[in-house]
């Protein structure tokens, strides 16, 4: 095994170096899982700590609500002073007189306590004060609001409690709100400390359900406001009033006019007033209710299923964590909050939704990945599947190419091709030891294996096993397979893989069983990819020149004219071939640019020559694809007219065969250019399949025999023929004739005899510089004569 490099002799397990891989996607999988649970736990903290997704969470708790909606006890009444009674009795405030008839009137309906959700912290006449401190005093059950405001300046908190006159003879409570966003009451306090004095708040009060200074409970707004017993205090005052509303319950008087403000958003609900917040904060105390965790505590809880989720080796159990999760922000909620227990969802829910939604579009881009690395129809895995492997250092990699696969395939139902497919890696796993095989397309079979599997002897043994033929349904099928494979670990796979194919092609195409891949190729490869790349950065820096033949006129022997052939002169590669070059540039649609230089260098270098009253022919080769764009005749024009160079003294040279495969724009062009009175040469003349009718119909005015027919003449009959046939052709048809490759003067004497036009080849001159071209023109000198 001479032909390995060093560095791969150490051994690989015979099993196949990929195989150190089948851990790798369990790996890529819990890295996905740990990814997900960070993110889908940094959104859910982040919308938690920051209450970003309040609304959000109010509508949820809004549809709970409604789904769990019931009627509050009964034991609340509230006495409304409504628009009615604002219209009948005046507006607001009212005097306090009002208000002790009220307290009056509900002390005798047997009302069981009187709350005022109104401020007394002012004074208005003795007389009104009075009124109302006697009302309060008969009553001995009424309990006065004490307002909480802010200072608008310094923040500071700060309270307006009732007078001291009304306090001697009524209790004090606290009707302070907790805001959230959009002005939503969700929560209440069980008392206030007012700068050092304690008041219970009105609704912990009303429920009896007292609890310590600030601390608060959450409102249960399945209680519904809307159906908390009303009654008008313009009822309560009026004749007709009827005690049994009132009698035994705990009465609450305030605004329930939006006019008079002490608005409030409750959620579910809409726009209210104070009062009803405070009447439904009790009731919810009053149903053992107002427990809340907050979120902190049920993300954990979510972040935990949610990892058991993203974990778990076993599916079910990571199922059910899925299911319990899911189950913990839909259908605990209403349970929970049923019994007396809230808390904020929406974190929890982005958490275990983010997640299992994270993880189900892995999971799917995953599966359709493996779905994309499997082969439809034998269910192996494909090449692009093998890319994504990664071999053990020093592995070889091989192929397999089934030359004749597509023929065979073409012939075989799905089902039989499975079979066939399956025979052959039967084959190919058996040589190279078990190793797993990936199937590329159009019979491509490539594994990865150790060294010393993979020598000549093993090869050669490989190969052996395709010697008899494969059977499918019982039919035999000859398979013609040749290998390839590269030990050169330092590339990537995917390129070591296309080396082995080359080198499996290359097998093929010399006649031989298996073939390793030579790197040194590498640099040609390389050079070759990029070559257009640099050609067009060629031109700019002057690396592409144009070199001139010189032609002759053979009966006076002088130089009438040259050929303008384009040449690379590569600072590194050297000489570059123009068949290499200008071959590539004709194939991607690259020639626009080469063409344009080379035309522009000879037409100004003929224009020089005429300057110097020398008359000077100049041709260029024209490639076929440029026949059929719009864009030749006009360059071609604009160059002449810059130069200065009468159009005769252009001719323009088009290949035999790519005047007559060309399209009818082709002639239509070939047509204008020599309607500018530019001379057209079909070059390479006898090498292609030209008749009479195509040769009239060509717009030519010179035909250049190719240098196959001329360089025998002097020798060969039949092309000495075939020479002086198309010499009498071509004039009788009104055309001139140029023989190319002409390097004897034996040639250039019978080219004379013949009665031919004009000469080119080494025997007159080799391409050369322009410089050199014109010190020839000018001293007469002829090679040809020496």
């Known amino acids: ?82 628009d009615r009674s604002l219209e009948e009795l005046g507006s607001w405030p009212w005097p306090r007189q009002r208000h002790a008839e ?44 004490a307002m909480q405001a802010r200072d608008p300046t310094t923040g500071e908190r700060r309270f307006k409690l009732p007078r001291p006159e009304f306090r001697a003879h009524a209790g004090t409570v606290s009707v302070a709100a907790n805001y959230g966003s959009a002005f939503a009451v969700r929560t209440m306090t069980y008392a206030t400390d007012m700068s050092g004095e304690i008041a219970p708040s009105m609704s912990a009060l009303l429920a ?35 005690a049994s509303t009132v009698r035994g319950r705990d009465v609450v008087i305030g605004a329930t006019s939006t006019e008079m403000g002490d608005v409030y958003y409750l959620p579910g609900f809409g726009q209210m007033n104070g009062v009803f917040v405070n009447v439904v904060a009790a009731e919810t105390l009053m149903a053992g209710r107002g427990g809340h965790l907050g979120w902190l505590i049920p993300a954990i809880m979510a972040m935990l299923l949610s990892a058991l989720h993203l974990f778990a080796r076993n599916r079910w159990l990571g199922r059910a964590a899925l299911a319990a999760g899911i189950f913990g922000v839909t259908l605990l909620p209403l349970i929970a909050e049923q019994r007396g227990v809230a808390y904020d969802v929406f974190p929890s829910l982005v958490l275990v939704a983010g997640s299992a939604i994270a993880w189900a579009w892995s999971n799917f881009r995953r599966s359709y990945k493996v779905r994309g690395d499997i082969n439809a129809v034998s269910g192996l895995p494909n090449l692009n599947a093998l890319r994504g492997e990664t071999p053990v250092p020093g592995a070889v990699v091989a192929a397999a190419r089934v030359r004749n696969f597509a023929e065979i395939s073409s012939a075989l139902p799905p089902q039989d091709e499975r079979a066939l497919v399956e025979q052959i890696v039967g084959r190919l ?35 052996a096993l395709f010697r008899s033929p494969a059977l499918v349904d019982g ?105 290499e070059f200008v071959l590539a540039a004709e194939q991607h649609n690259r020639i626009d640019k080469l063409t344009a230089f080379v035309l522009g260098d000879a037409i100004k270098a003929a224009a020089a020559f005429h300057a110097r009253g020398i008359v000077f022919d100049v041709a260029v080769n024209i490639s076929a694809r440029l026949l059929e764009k719009p864009g030749l005749v006009p360059l071609v024009r604009d160059l002449l007219a810059d130069s ?19 399209g009818r724009q082709s002639i239509r ?118």
Not at 34 to 39: A, G, K, S, V
Not at 102 to 127: E, H, M, P, Q
Not at 220 to 239: K, Q
């Open 1 to 82: 095994m001479k032909w390995f490099p060093a560095r791969i002799a150490a051994s690989a397990p015979a099993s196949g170096p990929a195989s150190a891989t089948g851990a790798a996607p369990e790996r890529a999988r819990r890295i996905s899982a740990r990814n997900i649970l960070m993110w889908a736990t940094i959104a859910a903290m982040v919308i938690g700590a920051l209450g970003l997704a309040q609304p959000l969470e109010d509508a949820l708790a809004a549809l709970r609500n409604k789904a769990r909606l019931q009627s509050p006890s009964g034991q609340i009444v509230v006495v409304g002073v409504d």
């Open 102 to 145: 009220i307290v009056d009137r509900l002390k005798a309906a047997g009302a069981k306590r009187i709350f005022f959700d109104v401020s007394f912290a002012t004074t208005t006449t003795k007389a009104a004060d009075d009124a109302l401190a006697a009302a309060l005093k008969r009553a001995g059950n009424v309990e006065l609001a």
């Open 208 to 242: 009896n359900h007292p609890g310590p200074p600030d601390e608060t409970f959450a409102i249960d707004y399945a209680i519904s406001p809307m159906r908390v017993p009303h009654v008008s205090a313009l009822d309560v005052l009026g004749r007709n009033f009827d």
């Open 429 to 463: 796993a058996l040589g190279a030891r078990g190793a797993r095989i990936f199937q590329g397309d159009e019979g491509v079979f490539v594994w990865t294996t150790a060294p010393e599997v993979a020598g000549p002897d093993q090869l050669d043994a490989l190969h």
């Open 475 to 579: 039919r035999p099928i000859d398979l013609s397979v040749t290998l390839g494979i590269d030990a050169d670990d330092s590339r990537s796979l995917a390129n070591r893989i296309g080396a082995t194919l080359v080198a499996a092609d290359e097998a093929a195409g010399e006649g031989l069983r298996w073939k390793a891949y030579d790197p040194a190729k590498l640099a040609d490869a390389e050079w070759k990819l990029s070559l257009l790349g640099r050609l067009d950065a060629a031109i700019d820096t002057g690396e592409i020149w144009v070199a001139y033949q010189p032609q002759i006129d053979i009966a006076s022997g002088r130089i009438t004219g040259a050929e303008a052939l384009v040449r690379w002169s590569h600072p590194e590669k050297g000489e570059v071939s123009p068949m």
């Open 644 to 662: 200065g160079l009468p159009t005769e003294r252009l001719t323009l040279e088009v290949t035999e065969s790519a005047a007559l495969t060309s």
């Open 669 to 786: 062009t070939l047509e204008e250019i020599g309607s500018l009175g530019i001379n057209v040469s079909i070059d390479d003349y006898g090498t292609g399949f030209s008749t009479l009718e195509y040769f009239k119909k060509i717009p030519a005015t010179e035909v250049k025999i190719d240098k196959s027919f001329v360089a025998s003449i002097d020798r060969n009959a039949s092309d000495r023929l075939m020479v002086r046939s198309t010499i009498e052709l071509a004039h009788s048809l009104g055309r001139s004739v140029v023989a190319e490759g002409v390097e004897t003067s034996e040639i250039l004497a019978e080219l004379a005899t013949l009665g031919c036009d004009k000469a080119q080849g080494y025997l007159i001159g080799r391409p050369m510089k322009l410089i050199n071209l014109s010190r020839m023109v000018a001293e007469g000198k002829h090679a040809w004569a020496a």
